[in-house]
């Protein structure tokens, strides 16, 4: 089976740099995405970690160390509208490697 | 590029009735995954279509729950009879992933909101 561990709530302010780690459990791991959700809203796609390395994406960069089942989303320059919840997930080899499974999710509140 | 589409956004019933979910994925997108998120927490696959074949129930409480997927488009999930602890918010996605290669991107719906009294 699969686990995944995120922090459950980070709090930062406005133009401050946060990371949110998350740690994983798998077997035939293929990549780890990033989602973003805002309250009451779909999950959206942020960023996707097939290979060891950091990914970058304007404000929001990703990393991930396939050796530690380690990675994590890093959000630069923050602003009020990044305020959401924040899921890592696991792609792995089953079902044809369109197998997705979330973690719990990490609530990120930013302060004025 | 229309998005998914689910409906209806919310819908409040009581325990031991029945509802369904309807969902119409991106046009062209061949896997379609059913998730239920409870409040709090994060989605969990309920079902994955690979065009109208099955590819993944193995944690959809199949004695309560049904789910098709006609033609290979759009999809229905059913709940009959309904628990309380089915309170959830319903989530469909789509993809297009053609192989290991590619980014592995889903695309959500809004969800649909089920609250069981």
Redesign the interface.
């Given at each position: 089976g699969q686990s995944?561990e995120q922090p459950s709530e980070v709090t930062a302010v406005e133009g401050a740099i946060v990371q949110i780690n998350c740690t994983y459990q798998t077997s035939g791991f293929?990549?780890l995405?990033w989602?973003q959700q805002h309250d009451g809203?779909?999950?959206?796609?942020l960023s996707?970690n097939?290979l060891d390395g950091l990914e970058e994406t304007g404000r929001f960069s990703s990393f991930l160390s396939r050796s530690d089942s380690y990675g994590y989303l890093l959000l630069q320059e923050l602003q009020m509208k990044d305020s959401a919840s924040y899921?890592c997930a696991v792609?792995d080899q089953?079902?044809?490697?369109?197998?997705?499974?979330?973690?719990?999710?990490t609530r990120l509140s930013v302060l004025p | 590029e229309a998005g998914v589409a689910q409906s209806p956004r919310y819908k409040i019933i009581e325990k031991r009735q029945s509802v369904a979910f309807w969902c119409n994925p991106i046009s062209g997108h061949a896997t379609l995954y059913w998730y239920q998120q409870i409040l709090g927490q994060g989605p969990k696959l309920l079902i994955q279509f690979q065009n109208n074949g099955v590819v993944d129930d193995s944690q959809l409480p199949k004695d309560r729950f049904s789910a098709e997927r006609l033609k290979g488009v759009d999809s229905t999930l059913k709940i009959q009879p309904a628990k309380l602890e089915d309170s959830a918010v319903y989530l469909c996605a789509s993809s297009h992933i053609t192989g290991v290669s590619t980014t592995g991107e889903l695309f959500f719906g809004e969800g649909s909101r089920l609250t069981v009294l």
């Open positions: 995944l293929y990549g995405s989602y809203g779909a999950p959206t796609f996707y097939g899921f792609r089953e079902n044809y490697g369109q197998n997705f499974v979330f973690g719990p999710g | -």
